[in-house]
Each structure stands twice: as C-alpha cells, then as structure tokens.
C-alpha cells in the first residue's frame, strides 16, 4: 500500500481572490517606487566564481511543485513523487516535506497518495487559456496560508524525476537556480524594458532563469511571489509581450520580479539536464523530459519528425503511458535511456498505475 499522508486542504473563497488580486494591482505600484528608493543588495551579483561560501548543507528544503487535476498532469506527479520518495533519505540529500499545490480549487482522488495543498485558481478568464499562469497565484496562497516548517524551497514541476541526491544548492539569502539557453533578457530589450525600466538596472541585473527548478529561501519567495504573479499577469495582457515570450511568459515573469527584488541566482548547471539535447546525465541531479524524444531504430535524432521510437509525454494527455515502455534503440544518448528506464521502473511500482490516472 501506498503511504498515506496528511492532507493539508485549504480554499481560498473566490471573493478573495477577487479582492486579492485587485490590492496586488494597486500594491504593484507603490512597490516600485518602494523598491526605486531602495539601494542596491551588496551580495546581488552571485557566481560560483565570486569564490563565495559552499551551498547551506544540512538546510532542508522543501519541495513544492504546482499541478492541476488532469490526468495529463497527475501522472508526471506520481512519477516525480515515486523518486522523491526514493531519493529523500538518501546520504546527501537535504530534502524535506514535499507538497503538491493543486490549483483547480478542488479536490482530487491523489489527495490520500501525496501531500496536497489545494489553493483557487485565477478567476475564469483571467489566464486566457494559458495555464502556467496560475502557477504564481498557487505559490502566493501557499505561502500566505500553509505551516511550512523548512528555511528553504524548491520549486519543481510535474515533469521533473530526481536522478540522485543532492543537497541545498542555495548559499545563504542567494538562490540557486537553472540557466535556461532560451531565456535571453538581452535580446528582448524593448519588451523587458516595460517591466524593468532602465532606472531600474541594466539588464544583466535579471538571470536567465525560471522559477523551476530553483531553491530559495522561504522568506524571500514571500517577498517575490506577488511581483512574479502581477509581472506575469501584465506581461500576459500586452499583446507585443504575450506574443513574443509564449510559453516561456511566466518564467520571464519570475526572472523580472527577481531583478526588482535585486535577488541574483547562483547559476547551477548541473541542477537539470534536458533529453534529448543534453546526451549524458553525469552530475546531474534533475531530468526534465519537457522535449519530445524521437528516434530512428538506427538510433538517429529525428527531432520534429515522430520517430520510429520515440518518447513524448504529450502522447498521453489523457491518461499515463503503459508500464514497461521499449527502451530506445542503439545509438540512443544515455540520458533518454535513462529517462525511459525511471519511468519504467516509477510505473511498476506505483498501484493502481494504469487505471487511477485516465479522464
């Protein structure tokens, strides 16, 4: 049997969201001028090469990770949940309690399987279609609401499975985060000039970065938390800014409300590696199976073309994947058939696996 643990089940009433979000409104502007009257942080420009001390050791930290109710999302947590279980205790590991915060504002049959928080969503319209909006909100109820006992939190995803222990990679009041190659500040100038105004900083002031995976203090993510959801919510009712940034809106919206909280990352590399781009999993700690895996059987990438074998987790929107996935063929890269083999191993073990997650 599974473990069953607490559950932690709170709604927030529509009429506060409603309210809530029009004092975030309003207290965005008095923010930024508290924050233009603000100097700079001394310690903002943090690099593993600032020869600074090793990360926190021994500070757990608590990993948190969004999701909705939809099947699609419901068995990438059960995976991520299976390997978190696996690695939590393992020497090395300062992982805490985990939680799951449901934003469908309901309910839902993983509530006896994993630790879950339930918090509203955006009110109706309001993400215009694009999920990944409610992910701020979620944290700013959680936050605001939950009894977390950890300094520290890792933001993860639904699609993230632990390859190993590892420890807190944050350093003190600095967080520690992932350089995504498509996060590029810089070359959309214009567009993030809106939102980070040149009084501000330069903009080398804002990491390229999302707001998963990363560790973070906890008293520090309270401050972030309603700027990344007001930054993404005003990002996503411009038009020129919705169109240019996609699906990748929100983690700009995070890596600018940082920039106006003066908070840097330590960029880890090694925090993540993405099939099928990244061939080897090495030191890695996080795979993130956010790219669709295509293969010939000669073992040849065949990536935007489906492949003779391939691994896509969008295949299975309305259910999860059959246990006992084909492993890639010959010639395929070590971190997909890495990828295939944890999910395979994640779905034997986990109960009722092929029949609890279907719409």
């Known amino acids: 049997m599974p473990t069953i643990e607490r559950k932690h089940v709170r709604r927030v ?22 924050m233009h009257n603000k100097g700079p942080n001394p310690g903002a420009a943090v690099t593993d090469a600032l020869g600074m001390s ?17 099947p699609y999302s419901q068995w990438q947590c059960r995976i991520m949940y299976y390997w978190y279980k696996k690695v939590r205790d393992m020497p090395g590991s300062d992982m805490g309690n985990f939680t799951r915060i449901l934003h469908s504002g309901r309910t839902d049959h993983l509530m006896e ?10 009110p109706d319209g309001l993400d215009r279609g694009y999920i990944v909006l409610n992910r701020p909100w979620a944290f700013v109820q ?9 300094e520290y939190i890792l933001m993860a995803e639904p699609d993230h499975i632990f390859v190993s222990p590892f420890p807190n990679l944050a350093k003190g009041s600095h967080p520690a985060g992932y350089p995504f190659f498509y996060i590029k500040p810089a070359e959309k100038a214009k567009i993030i000039r809106k939102f980070y105004p040149k009084e501000k900083g330069p903009l080398t002031d804002i990491d390229p970065i999302g707001n998963s995976p990363v560790i973070i203090q906890k008293s520090i993510l309270e401050e972030i938390a309603p700027t990344w959801m007001n930054v993404s919510l005003r990002m996503k009712e411009d038009p020129e800014t919705d169109k ?17 909280h003066k908070v840097k990352h330590i960029l880890r590399k090694d925090f993540m590696l993405q099939p099928p781009w990244d061939l080897e999993v090495g030191k890695s700690f996080i795979i ?34 059959p246990r006992n996935l084909s492993l890639p063929p010959p010639g ?19 109960p009722k696996w092929e029949t609890l997650n279907r719409s």
């Open 13 to 34: 009433s529509p009429l506060f969201v409603v309210f809530g979000l029009v004092f975030l409104f309003a207290a965005y502007n008095l923010l930024h001028m508290v």
């Open 288 to 321: 993130h199976y956010t790219y669709g895996c295509d293969y010939s059987m000669k073992g040849e990438l065949t990536y935007g073309k489906i492949g003779e074998w391939r691994f896509d987790k969008r295949s299975y929107l309305s259910g999860p994947p």
């Open 113 to 122: 399987e994993m630790h879950t928080f339930v918090v509203d969503p955006l």
């Open 244 to 260: 240019a940034f996609g699906w990748v809106l929100e983690m700009y919206g995070y890596a600018v409300a940082s920039a106006l």
């Open 332 to 350: 395929v890269p070590e971190s997909v058939v890495q990828l295939v083999k944890m999910v395979n191993e994640a779905t034997a073990n986990i």
């Open 54 to 70: 090793d990360p926190v050791t021994g500070l757990r930290y608590h990993v948190a990770v969004t999701a909705t109710d939809a």
């Open 142 to 150: 959680w936050l605001e609401s939950a009894t977390i006992e950890e």
